[in-house]
């Protein structure tokens, strides 16, 4: 007999795990599904755009002016991201971009569909202008592509982010500084365009609309201008008196929301005939 305590019974050892068949290794391919209809494309870039890009402010009156700080970048790199948001939006949303165009020309005549500057107009207004109901522009979906953009070109599209409509009263040009100041008619606000071309045909006095992006401390006109003659800017002003009237709205709010009525307002008066 011994004093030696009773060891506890060893449990059994568990059975040992029966191998995976070969099939159940297997992985399980997956299959690619169906493809995307033009709707859910857009809806997907929407809801991505939406994740990085804010909603614009419910009032546009309180909005103060920003003053555009981007790394540096050349007309060159401006003007080959242009040319992939061109693509992408044609590529991507086809349909969508023709039905913008033809919302665009809605009351233009024949001869003004098929004028080259005014189908290049309506393509800026489509990249740059043209909001969906949550606010989101084809460059914004652009940018929330996930293009592996980098240096100047990363901050091109920065800057076309930026881009706006501007109606100027010009006070000054100096051909030599390639440099147009004037006052932004719409937003109340002094403003400089920076460009090779515009100072060469832009008096005091004159009226231009156009789309610009951040260009250092000033903006850089892109796409096609609109020139109005100096003597022409007591109609202008009258224009846009009734054309804010008509849509309820004020002029601070017609480039965010009414960029093509506002276009083709200037646009008739630059090439009415003068009595």
Known sequence: ???????????????????????????????????LTSEQEIAQA?????????????????EQPITPKFGRYERADFERVETMLASFATRRFGPFVAQVM?????????????????????????LYGYRD???????????????????????????CLQARLLLVAVDDVHVGKQRVRGKDLLRDEPVTLTDANMPQVLRPGD???????????????????????ARRAGVLDRGLETLCNGLRAVRRELPERHGPNLFWLVHR????PVG
């Open 133 to 159: 109901p949550k606010g989101i522009r084809l460059v914004d979906m652009f940018a929330s592509a996930g293009l592996p953009l980098e240096g100047r070109q990363r901050a091109a599209l920065d800057a």
């Open 269 to 272: 008066i630059a090439n009415a």
């Open 46 to 62: 929407q809801a991505a755009a939406r994740a990085r890009t804010p909603a614009p402010a419910a009032s546009l009156t309180t």
């Open 207 to 229: 009226r231009v609309l156009t789309w610009t992006i951040p260009w250092g401390t000033s903006w850089q006109p892109i796409g096609v201008g609109q020139r109005l003659e």
């Open 102 to 126: 033809n919302g665009f020309f809605g009351g233009s005549t024949p001869a003004e569909k098929n004028n080259a500057d005014l189908r290049a107009a309506a393509q800026t207004f489509c």
């Open 1 to 35: 007999m011994t004093d030696t305590p009773e060891q506890p019974a060893t449990p059994p050892a568990d059975p040992p795990a029966t191998p995976a068949s070969r099939a159940d290794s297997r992985r399980k391919r997956r299959g690619t599904g169906p493809f």
